[in-house]
């Protein structure tokens, strides 16, 4: 079954931690994403790599790292420098052509305590 | 950044009744792209339109990419129980280096009264 699985479900964290997201595709995509949603909004996009061993800020970077060290897997960690983190974080992939489609993983929502 | 406007923001409507949403932008778009969202889920692509004018159906949806490349709409028919949930367009804008990247509409929200 290929898709894009997304680890925990549910993460809870303690102010002040560094909390790492698991994502993993395996579509064969060159390009994954990861979003961040709030209630209400649409999507705001954190980091995306379009290959191996580089990736670029999104609009909201800040707070925020990822790696990009094989071609399956786009971990995000989320540091103690972001200042809002509870939200629900989703991870997408796309071949990474010119205007081609996102698939989506099923999401993790993280809450600080 | 460039900015989606979606509406309408909720939706309440009977069972087999017909939706209509919509998506406007001022820039061009190249790529149009529905998708929907269950709660606690992540959003699952519908429709995905890349010419202007376009129409394109899946089952009882059917989207269609504006001809002035700004705009596309999404209608679903005879709506049912499990039509419930949010509705996101997203889009390429037209710029090369915007081209990996979507812009999304703030979703409207559908609920279906038995």
């Known amino acids: 079954d290929g898709g894009i699985t997304q680890s925990p479900k549910y993460l809870f964290r303690k102010e002040g931690q560094n909390v790492t997201l698991s994502c993993e595709q395996n579509?064969?995509?060159?390009?994954m994403y990861w979003y961040r949603q709030d209630p209400g909004q649409g999507l705001r996009l954190i980091y995306y790599s379009q290959i191996v061993n580089d990736f670029q800020k999104g609009d909201i970077a800040e707070g925020y790292s990822v790696s990009r060290e094989k071609k399956e897997s786009f971990p995000l960690t989320v540091t103690s420098a972001q200042k809002n983190p509870t939200a629900f974080y989703l991870c997408?992939?796309?071949?990474?052509?010119?205007?081609?489609?996102?698939?989506f993983g099923p999401g993790t929502r993280l809450t600080v305590l | 950044g460039q900015q989606l406007n979606q509406s309408p923001q909720s939706m309440f409507i009977q069972e087999g009744e017909d939706v209509s949403m919509n998506c406007t932008s001022s820039s061009i778009f190249n790529t149009w792209l529905w998708y929907k969202q269950e709660p606690g889920e992540g959003p699952v692509l519908l429709i995905a339109l890349y010419k202007a004018g376009e129409l394109t159906s899946n089952g009882r949806l059917t989207a269609q990419f504006g001809i002035t490349r700004k705009d596309s709409f999404l209608n679903i028919s005879a709506s049912i129980p499990s039509d419930v949930g949010i509705y996101f367009c997203?889009?390429?804008?037209?710029?090369?280096?915007?081209?990996?990247?979507?812009?999304f509409g703030k979703g409207t929200k559908l609920s279906v009264i038995p």
């Open positions: 997408a992939s796309s071949m990474g052509t010119y205007r081609d489609t996102q698939y």
């Open positions: 997203a889009g390429h804008t037209e710029s090369g280096a915007g081209s990996y990247q979507l812009t």
């Open positions: 579509l064969n995509h060159d390009a």
